[in-house]
């Protein structure tokens, strides 16, 4: 029997099963031989959908994390150097106690004048070497080049006496804490005419 378009029933089967079309008899389902492929098509962006969901939930929980290690490092390492700060500055004061006990035993003994000035010297030595311990120094400054680097010229003085810009008298001292200045020396400083 031939239909509107010319075809027997028999050629629009083998149409059909030569271009896996759905069968003409009206009912929907795929045919069997692709039923497992359409249903791995199907179920396949879905499963992807969510192994891409737990991957990118894994990595957000990982960046969490990782922000948070980050962020209590960071506490941590500010805690350590404030730590640091505080006994650096007990380390630095410690050698000093002895000086101040020495200037208190001076302080309540009576003495002759030159007995009390021999006692403070003793002291003003003991107060150098607590200094230079933990890397305190005095910067060199009358008879020196004046340089402006470690001192401060609160004075010219014309003078044929000394040499141009030599430094003539300390009116205050200088120190340095390893390389660093700590205080500028204040000085007078000869000019030639």
């Not at 179920?43 to 959908?49: D, K, Q, T, V």
């Given at each position: 029997m031939k239909k509107a378009n010319g075809k027997s029933e028999t050629e629009m089967a083998g149409l059909d099963l030569e271009h896996e079309l759905p069968p003409a008899d009206g009912d929907d389902r795929p045919p069997e031989s692709s039923a497992g492929a359409v249903d791995a098509e199907i179920?396949?962006?879905?499963?992807?959908?969510q192994k891409l969901k737990a991957e990118r939930d894994s990595l957000l929980d990982r960046l969490a994390r990782a922000q948070?290690?980050?962020?209590?490092?960071?506490?941590?390492?500010s805690k350590e150097q404030q730590e640091f700060r505080?006994?650096?500055?007990?380390?630095?004061i410690k050698p000093l106690l002895p000086v101040l006990d020495s200037f208190e035993?001076?302080?309540?003994?009576?003495?002759?004048?030159?007995?009390?000035?021999?006692?403070?010297?003793?002291?003003?030595?003991?107060?150098?070497?607590?200094?230079?311990?933990?890397?305190?120094?005095?910067?060199?400054?009358?008879?020196?080049?004046f340089d402006p680097h470690v001192h401060e010229a609160i004075e010219m003085v014309e003078t044929t006496d000394a040499a141009d810009h030599e430094v003539l008298e300390e009116l205050q001292r200088g120190y340095k804490f390893k390389d660093r200045l700590l205080r500028p020396a204040m000085v007078k400083v000869a000019k030639n005419p």
């Open positions: 179920a396949g962006p879905g499963a992807e959908l948070a290690e980050f962020e209590n490092a960071r506490r941590r390492a505080e006994y650096a500055a007990a380390d630095a035993r001076a302080l309540q003994v009576k003495s002759e004048p030159g007995d009390f000035r021999s006692g403070v010297e003793l002291i003003y030595k003991q107060l150098q070497d607590a200094l230079a311990k933990i890397g305190v120094r005095a910067i060199p400054a009358k008879g020196e080049p």
